[in-house]
């Protein structure tokens, strides 16, 4: 294999659209415990109530859920599924009431096409419903209720599946929900749905914002059993550094990056995970373009550079004061809801109740700003 095909062929290690890809050849687990473990401890001592990874954008929460899944897939009782929620249906686009249950029953009617069960006639009929629905509104063919006056709503099909198999309590894990934009909109959708899933014996685990985190979303996030965070980590430390480093050392089987240039990805993306794997894509890819037989600090400078363009894009003015304020250590005078969104994004951490850090790809432009 040439160099460039070699260079090629690590690349696809560093992928971030397919976060469940060979999971158990690419993913480092942490040795003090992961949210994900946490989550599957708690369903197999009991599954009743809902849960919810909450993490950053690129924070880790979808390898959580399925280290989840992967904990609770075949224990005894349990119907454990996952799917990403976005690709069902209509996916995301338009949350409205019942749109988690819609996602829910077609997640279970896919689980059930690949693990069947025998099911009596009226389940059967059901699941058709829900997979025909599914692929209705996927077409645009159907906004919202079912207007067949012959078919039962996606609630009453639910309903008539779930009781095919009464001493099993059917687990879904569903991923992107965080992508709801509008946290309102989110809130209302846990709000209307979850009661009703719970009635019905059904266990919803699902991604979250990290809003739910502050200010009145907290309070209305008590609809969860539990809330699992999912920390950034900090490369100060240097159990969490280790981590980082093994994180990449799985994706970099062939040890083509050099030990500057991993230590250089590791502080530039500030514990974040998709932005240290973002920073191996790049570092990779420049290595391709170059003549060398390895990954060197050169590229993961080159490397750096890209990616901060991107974590800095679309900033606000309201934005970069904020940064400042935290960097110079002043006291915050942007509005919380401003606050959030830096969190959200990874461009602001959390490493304590009221005490951020600035991901390091943008302290150093902050410090400029400020000079």
């Given at each position: 294999m040439d160099r460039r095909a070699t260079f090629s062929a690590l690349s696809t290690n560093f992928n971030v659209t397919q976060p469940w890809r060979g999971f158990d050849e690419l993913y480092a687990a942490q040795p003090w415990g992961s949210a994900g473990e946490e989550v599957a401890r708690s369903l197999s001592l009991d599954a009743r109530g809902h849960?919810?990874?909450?993490?950053?954008?690129?924070?880790?929460?979808?390898?959580?859920?399925?280290?989840?899944?992967?904990?609770?897939?075949?224990?005894?009782?349990?119907?454990?599924?996952i799917e990403d929620a976005d690709l069902l249906g209509d996916g995301l686009t338009s949350p409205r009431p019942g749109l988690l249950a819609e996602r829910v029953g077609e997640a279970l009617v896919q689980n059930l096409e690949r693990e069947p069960l025998r099911l009596p006639e009226i389940a059967l009929q059901a699941a058709d419903r829900i997979r025909r629905r599914g692929r209705r509104v996927a077409e645009g063919l159907l906004a919202g209720d079912d207007l067949d006056p012959t078919s039962a709503d996606p609630w009453s099909d639910?309903?008539?599946?779930?009781?095919?198999?009464?001493?099993?309590?059917?687990?879904?894990?569903?991923?992107?929900?965080d992508r709801v934009r509008s946290i309102s909109e989110y809130l209302t959708l846990l709000e209307h749905d979850l009661p009703r899933l719970g009635a019905l014996d059904i266990c919803v685990v699902m991604t979250g914002p990290i809003d739910l985190l502050f200010g009145v979303a907290r309070e209305r996030s008590q609809v969860f059993r539990e809330l699992h965070v999912v920390r950034t980590l900090d490369p100060s430390r240097d159990a969490h550094a280790r981590f980082l480093d093994a994180v990449l050392g799985r994706r970099d089987v062939a040890g083509l990056f050099m030990p500057d240039a991993r230590t250089r990805m590791i502080a530039d993306c500030g514990g974040h995970l998709r932005h240290l794997i973002a920073l191996g894509f790049a570092a990779v890819r420049a290595a391709q373009r170059g003549t060398g037989e390895a990954v060197t600090l050169k590229e993961a400078t080159e490397a750096s550079r890209r990616v901060a363009e991107e974590v800095a894009s679309g900033l606000l003015p309201q934005s970069w004061k904020a940064l400042e304020e935290i960097v110079s250590g002043a006291p915050l005078t942007v509005e919380e809801a401003s606050l959030v969104g830096l969190i959200r994004t990874a461009r602001v951490f959390e490493t304590e109740p009221g005490a951020f850090r600035v991901h390091p790809l943008l302290r150093e432009r902050v410090l400029q700003k400020v000079a």
């Open positions: 849960h919810v990874l909450i993490g950053a954008i690129g924070s880790g929460k979808s390898t959580e859920l399925y280290r989840a899944w992967r904990g609770v897939h075949g224990d005894r009782g349990l119907l454990a599924f639910l309903k008539l599946l779930r009781g095919a198999f009464p001493e099993t309590t059917p687990v879904a894990f569903l991923d992107s929900l």
